[in-house]
């Protein structure tokens, strides 16, 4: 999540706090939107990725959640 914030800081000029302050604001409208199961396991999306040090991104721990939920 860290690089979600640095790349609205860098394209907004909004500081870091304002930016994390937005991606939080997104993630609970997206959660609203999603189906509980699905909603729930979005927390561990944006957590996990290359800052947890496993080794992938916030879009390859979303392809894999992806591909889960389609049978792949």
């Known amino acids: 999540m860290d690089q979600l ?3 609205i800081t860098a394209k907004t000029g909004l500081s870091a706090d ?3 302050e937005v991606v939080g604001m997104v993630i609970a409208f997206v959660k609203d939107k999603l189906p509980g ?3 729930s396991q979005l927390d561990g999306l ?3 990725g290359a800052d947890a040090g ?4 916030m879009m390859d721990n979303i392809k894999k959640g992806l591909g889960g939920l389609l049978g792949g």
């Open 18 to 20: 304002k930016a994390e």
């Open 37 to 39: 199961p699905i909603a």
């Open 54 to 57: 496993d080794g992938g991104g």
């Open 5 to 7: 914030i640095a790349r």
């Open 46 to 48: 944006m957590g996990g």
